[in-house]
């Protein structure tokens, strides 16, 4: 199949790496990230020292108007932008070891169009109007879009197919996109509450969700760890993983457990944000090889660390206002993935 | 291996490749026919409905000044606008999915019509142009992304994942781009500038349509005349040097032949949502896995003329929307559908 990148053909050359390196990295990563955070605690359209930043964290006076954006806007802010960046980063991973495609992520087949499908739809028809009240559609609609291409997908498997699941994605967006559109063509209210929730941003999101929303979260992150080691047999091809003793259906519904948990939440939280899924497994393999618990690690760090990341730049760029959080990280990613993909050892055929 | 036994072995490749090309031929036959059944009814049906005899009448040159006016001024340059149109499209997705040897690869994935669409809405929105200034911006806007791809992806020649991959990371850029200008415009300009981005065929004049009629005119007869290397390229870089097709090369003319024929119909139409994506895999599992690029030209038009006339007549409440809504809409469900039932894929 000319379009895979396996890690299995990669393993001879990408050959293990010492686990000390690889924890020394995990490391790396995460001091990486809480430098990052801190700066998100930092900067913005009110650039607040360090130290002050700190002392808010440790020692709160009320009445500090400092303190207080700090604690009341930008921890929960940033605390969102670690959880959805690490969800969508874990999600990118699952789903490209799952289905063998290193294109594969939660906008190419088709579950963040299943959210803006069901986003659209209870904005016009259910007159839902707030941020919170939106959430639990975005999350149904992520579900029944991965129920539809993962279905389709397990209806007409024949073999070897991973790029099947890209295209049976890829139509799926294709039909949700088209039915969102005649929605948004018809209802200009709608689109002036779409329009902003589409480009997916961290800013006047609500730490609340994030907390009733963080079991599923939880839950996600632990079926992914749990199938570390099957997504490393499926690498392999159906015919070996069966032959390894991996029972393939459990370990596929699995995977389709946890992007729905991981992928689910975090569009329900920020909007489809692009890219992160697809970037942060791409970035980590680099780095880790093939092996899946650990690129499941790193993609998990090196999600949130983009998203706040993109979220911090977003409010510099832009001071007094401020891009995006999703715009920032398509724009800033795409070049990025460009540099790793031209990089890449070509793919033989 | 006896004389005899070789015969035979000729003879039975000989008859399943005859079958194979007489499966698409009675495939194209059968598109081709369904295509002349919408024509007929796109120009005869609507608020004016004209019988399908007064029709022929009237194509002939002996309507009355109304049936004129109806057929030939509003009706005939819609569904001769589609036409161009979808052949482009499906053409074009076809020559991509197939020289990329990857089902993802139409241009409105990997970022070529995204492009197109930047640039539009960039005149639209921003520099407050209309009209053929915004077709010649997505021309534009496509022929510059589809450049940049192939420049980026080139690396000792260009390879499908390489290409793919970068298309996407530029297609998730452009979004991001229209995302920022549809957030921060008014909201009624970004919803004119949304119907311009799903494509419409409203408003299709003869001008326009020559101009159309001209590029395909070129272009059609050069995808044709590249149809053998593309049928090598698509069976792999190794068999296609075997058959003595210089790779490369044959790619870099397909793929701008491909990305010329988007970016016309973008022009023309604004990129018409998915039918670059699903008229090739359709097309390939109608036909079985040959060479598709008539039949997937056929696909186009019929996806684009039958959503038009969907769009047009057959949602309640006299709503028109455009073409390109309903061309997903019917394109990717049956796309599915071929997806669900069939055991092996040809493109897929």
């Not at chain 2, 139409?106 to 995204?114: A, F, L």
């Not at chain 2, 018409?272 to 040959?290: E, K, S, W, Y």
């Amino acid at each position: 199949m000319a379009t895979i990148d396996t890690a299995a053909r990669r393993a001879p050359l990408a050959a293990r790496r010492r686990p000390a390196a690889l924890v020394g990295g995990l490391g790396a990563a995460g001091a990486l990230l809480a430098a990052v955070a801190f700066l998100g605690l930092a900067l913005g359209a009110r650039s607040i020292p360090l130290d002050v930043v700190i002392d808010a964290l440790l020692d709160p006076r009320a009445g500090d108007n400092d303190h207080l954006v700090v604690r009341e806007l930008r921890v929960p802010r940033t605390v969102i932008g670690v959880a959805v960046g690490a969800a969508l980063g874990l999600c990118g991973a699952v789903l490209q070891g799952t289905t063998r495609n290193p294109i594969a992520d939660p906008g190419l087949l088709g579950l963040t169009a299943g959210a803006s499908l069901a986003v659209v739809g209870a904005i016009t028809w259910l007159g839902v109007a707030s941020p919170a009240g939106v959430v639990w559609f975005a999350f149904a609609g992520t579900a029944v879009a991965a129920l539809v291409v993962y279905g389709i997908g397990a209806i007409g498997r024949s073999g070897d197919e991973p790029m099947r699941l890209a295209l049976i994605g890829a139509a799926v967006t294709a039909a949700a996109t088209s039915l969102t559109t005649v929605i948004l063509l018809t209802d200009l209210e709608t689109l002036e509450r779409y329009r902003f929730w589409v480009v997916g941003s961290l800013s006047g999101r609500d730490l609340g969700t994030l907390v009733t929303l963080s079991p599923f979260l939880i839950a996600g992150a632990l079926i992914s760890i749990g199938i570390g080691r099957s997504l490393d047999a499926i690498a392999l091809g159906d015919d070996l993983a069966r032959g390894l003793g991996q029972r393939l259906d459990r370990a596929r519904w699995s995977s389709a457990a946890a992007v729905i948990l991981l992928c689910g939440t975090a569009t329900a939280i920020a909007g489809p944000i692009a890219f992160v899924g697809l970037a942060a497994p791409h970035l980590a393999r680099r780095v880790t090889g093939p092996d899946h618990r650990w690129i499941l690690a790193y993609s998990a760090l090196l999600g949130a660390i983009m998203l706040v990341g993109a979220d911090v730049a977003g409010r510099l760029v832009a001071e007094p206002g401020e891009v995006e959080a999703g715009l920032v990280v398509a724009m800033l990613g795409g070049p990025v993935m460009i540099a790793v993909v031209r990089g890449a050892r070509p793919v033989r055929r | 291996m006896t004389t005899g036994e070789a015969a035979l072995a000729i003879d039975v490749a000989r008859r399943a490749r005859t079958a194979g090309r007489r499966r698409t031929h009675r495939v194209e036959l059968a598109l081709f026919l369904l295509v002349l059944g919408i024509a007929a009814l796109s120009l005869s049906l609507g608020a004016y409905a004209i019988p399908l005899q007064d029709v022929v009448r009237t194509l002939l040159g002996e309507g009355t000044a109304r049936e004129d006016f109806v057929v030939l001024d509003l009706r005939l340059p819609r569904l001769a606008l589609g036409v161009l149109v979808g052949a482009a499209f499906g053409m074009s997705g076809e020559i991509f999915q197939s020289v990329l040897r990857n089902p993802l690869a139409s241009p409105d994935i990997i970022g070529v019509t995204v492009g197109a669409s930047v640039a539009a809405v960039l005149a639209l929105l921003v520099l407050g142009l209309t009209g053929i200034a915004v077709s010649a911006a997505a021309f534009g806007g496509a022929l510059i992304v589809a450049v940049l791809i192939y420049l980026l992806a080139w690396r000792d020649g260009v390879s499908g994942p390489r290409f793919v991959l970068i298309g996407v990371a530029v297609a998730f850029m452009a979004h991001a781009v229209l995302g920022y200008l549809l957030t921060r415009a008014d909201v009624r300009d970004a919803q004119s500038a949304m119907v311009w981005m799903v494509g419409s065929l409203n408003g299709a004049g003869w001008d326009e349509i020559g101009v159309v009629a001209g590029a395909l005119a070129v272009l059609v007869p050069a995808a044709l005349v590249l149809r053998a290397p593309l049928r090598a390229l698509a069976l792999g870089d190794d068999t296609a040097r075997g058959l003595g097709v210089r790779a490369q090369g044959a790619r870099l003319g397909l793929i701008a032949v491909a990305v010329a024929l988007a970016a016309v119909g973008t022009a023309a139409a604004g990129p018409v949502a998915f039918v670059a994506f699903v008229a090739g895999p359709i097309a390939h599992r109608l036909v079985g896995g040959a060479s598709a690029l008539v039949a997937a030209a056929l696909v186009g038009v019929l996806v684009v003329t039958g959503a038009d006339l969907l769009a047009l007549h057959l949602l309640p409440g006299g709503v028109q929307v455009p073409v390109g809504v309903v061309t997903g809409l019917i394109g990717a469900p049956y796309l599915l559908w071929l997806l669900a039932t069939a055991g092996r894929g040809g493109a897929g």
